[in-house]
């Protein structure tokens, strides 16, 4: 039987591959790990059967740092990046060394450092995902141009506010809260809007409860197999409020004319979310030396599982066309046979 939705797949996953539990089964023949591909960070970097795992992490991040370098924007400095991944590292031990390589991949391309604050790279159930928050999002839409400003906000049942969408720009959105409240009551709803350079404001976009709840049943897999493994860690557990912050700012992307790069912010976030390859191409693996090498087993098993990922991942969904006929050689053209005036006129006198 087919497995439609995302809650089919991690049911299916979880119950019928209980041995796998700490790393998802893959979801097609491509996303198959090539079996010389070591299974965790610590089996990548083994040789000193003493080394702790924020040694073997620091091992292997050290024969990536120059590619993940290159992948930053050319305004960010390395430095603050790289320690941001190496204190993130010790966590993802137990991660498959490609989804680590993705997610950092990801992060280092968009310039948003996994320290918490922007982005963060987790481990979800042995595989590595790079996941933006909404102030992630705020920089993005900021750093490119089109956007001046973004708020995004939640209005809680102590506050004052109105919404008209009817209402002309910027009186169809007022929002006030009384700072003198310790307690603003529950959360009634996110919402968020951007100013653009030219000094127009956005189209206010709303996220209710149940809306965020939706979205999270719908497209989080860290979510579904948190509930079904009776963990309950995954963010929308442990910080449900934040995430549906980040559903409202995501929602921008259709009331505002957002650059390529937060439209590609947008789909690695939900193909995060939906367990999918994140970035399309691994770099070439550099052996220790730092140079590009195909005698490196481990490094060229890395690249070979990304690729065919990142591969599986691109490729049309549609049918190839038939080819159109063609004309055969060596065939002449049968030119249609003219008849004179006269012969038409003695074939009708014959007729009569």
């Given at each position: 039987m087919a497995l439609t939705t995302l809650r089919d797949r991690v049911l299916a996953n979880i119950t019928e591959a209980p041995a796998m539990r700490g790393r998802p089964a893959p979801a097609s023949a491509e996303e198959?790990?090539?079996?010389?591909?070591?299974?965790?960070?610590?089996?990548?970097?083994?040789?000193?059967?003493?080394q702790e795992s924020a040694d073997a992490a620091l091992t292997w991040l050290g024969r990536y740092e120059g590619h993940i370098t290159d992948a930053l924007p050319s305004h960010m400095q390395p430095g603050p990046f790289l320690a941001a991944v190496r204190a993130v590292l010790p966590k993802l031990c137990s991660c498959n060394p490609a989804s680590v390589l993705q997610a950092t991949l990801t992060a280092a391309r968009f310039g948003l450092v996994p320290d918490g604050r922007v982005a963060v790279i987790t481990n979800e159930f042995g595989r590595a995902t790079f996941i933006p928050t909404y102030r992630g999002y705020i920089e993005l839409m900021e750093r490119s141009g089109r956007v001046a400003s973004v708020r995004v906000g939640m209005v809680y049942e102590g506050d004052e506010y109105a919404y008209e969408p009817s209402a002309p720009s910027p009186l169809d959105f007022t929002h006030r809260q009384d700072p003198a409240l310790k307690d603003r009551g529950k959360p009634l709803f996110a919402y968020a809007f951007a100013w653009s350079t030219g000094g127009h404001r956005s189209q206010v976009?709303?996220?209710?409860?149940?809306e965020a709840e939706e979205i999270r049943d719908k497209h989080s897999r860290a979510y579904l197999e948190a509930e079904v493994s009776g963990k309950r860690d995954s963010f929308w557990h442990t910080d449900?409020?934040?995430?549906?912050?980040?559903?409202?700012?995501?929602?921008?992307?259709?009331?505002?004319?957002?650059?390529?790069?937060?439209?590609?912010?947008?789909?690695?976030?939900?193909?995060g979310e939906e367990g999918r390859v994140q970035v399309l191409h691994a770099p070439e693996a550099p052996a220790c030396g730092g140079t590009a090498t195909s005698g490196d087993p481990e490094a060229a098993a890395l690249v070979a599982e990304a690729d065919a990922a990142?591969?599986?991942?691109?490729?049309?969904?549609?049918?190839a066309p038939?080819?159109?006929?063609?004309?055969?050689?060596?065939?002449?053209?049968?030119?249609?046979?003219?008849?004179?005036?006269?012969?038409?006129?003695?074939?009708?006198?014959?007729?009569?």
């Open positions: 198959a790990p090539v079996p010389a591909a070591p299974a965790t960070l610590e089996e990548a970097a083994a040789g000193d059967p003493v976009v709303t996220v209710n409860r149940e449900f409020d934040a995430m549906w912050w980040k559903t409202a700012a995501r929602q921008l992307e259709k009331v505002v004319p957002l650059s390529a790069e937060v439209r590609a912010l947008v789909e690695a976030d939900r193909a990142g591969t599986a991942a691109d490729a049309s969904q549609e049918t038939a080819s159109l006929p063609r004309k055969r050689a060596g065939l002449k053209r049968v030119q249609p046979k003219r008849t004179t005036r006269a012969a038409r006129t003695g074939r009708a006198g014959r007729r009569s």
